[in-house]
């Protein structure tokens, strides 16, 4: 269970066996989980992180301002940093229904979490990242493995491999994390890029509203208190820890785990399991990923309340050895140097080592 390679379904050797019905596996397990009451809201745990959040940020504007023009405001950068991350891992809890039972209040807790206090657009990331727990990891279906400048596919590679960035993409893992530090500035552009767009966009001058006060507000008074100098390289430590924060949380769930072809047809149950990975750790990696470290659990139950994560995770272990059906877990440092190795491997042109066990297989069933 705990290997840091996602290993194959047993092999089709031995007498014939009877196809499983996958509907009706997942709906066991699905009974399991909501006998156990992992599923009930969480009210009391969420309502004291919404309360703590404008708390929070106007302690951090509190303590921006009066520490002043100085260079020790890079340390307030850092520390804005992780309250930003922090704060918008709350929003994901609410735009996956975690919080309310209201769709509704969902929704604006999410945009008023992500829009006026995080600065990401949420209708842009709603339809980014579902379309990611439809299909993740699916080639030409997933969009966290279609990004700009690292290729995740042989065939993405070969599209960008020339004589001038050859050495860079056969070379990609060791810009993985430095380019991780631009992600930040990534997401706020891709935000108001798509509220100003043509593309349907719910609530979309409410959007637009929050953004331009988050965004133009928090500019205004960086420059407003400090010089440019120092409003620059606070703005730049900043952005950049925030990126490379949100890019190391999310990293470790999916990269480096198999791929699944684009005409292939999963059950839900294998297609969430066998393509997340999950990383173990005390309380405190709990609190500092988000609970994204429990990702096989979150893809299954999306809305599963974020404390209930660790409680499920060995119920749904227990449940996958029994379907035979490969629970991967690894240490957080070991799934950076698998997400690493990996996107060398595809940048020096190798066919993807992690094909789907249950793809090379279906044909045995």
Known sequence: MASDVPASLPNSSGPPRSRPNPTSEFSELAHRIQSSGLMHRRYTYYWAKLLAVPIAFGFAITVFVLVGDTWWQLLVAAGLAVLFTQTAFLGHDAAHRQIFRSGRWNDWTSLVIGDLFVGMSYGWWQHKHTRHHANPNKVDSDPDIELPVISFTPEQAAKRRNPVTEWAVAHQGAFFFPILLLEGV???????????????????????????????????????????????????????????????????NHKGMPLVPRDAKLDFLRRQVLMSRNVRGSRFLDVALGGLNYQIEHHLFPSMPRPHLRRAAPIIAAYCRERGVTYTQTGLFESYGIVLRYINRVGLGQSDPFACPLVAQRSSF
């Open 186 to 252: 990534s997401l706020h552009a891709s935000s108001v890029r798509r509220v100003f767009s043509r593309e349907h966009i719910d609530r979309r001058w409410v959007e637009i509203f929050f953004l331009l006060v988050r965004l133009g507000g928090y500019l205004t008074l960086v420059f407003l208190v400090l010089s440019p100098g120092i409003a620059f390289a606070f703005l730049g430590v900043q952005l950049g820890l925030f990126g490379l924060y949100m890019g190391v949380a999310f990293a470790p």
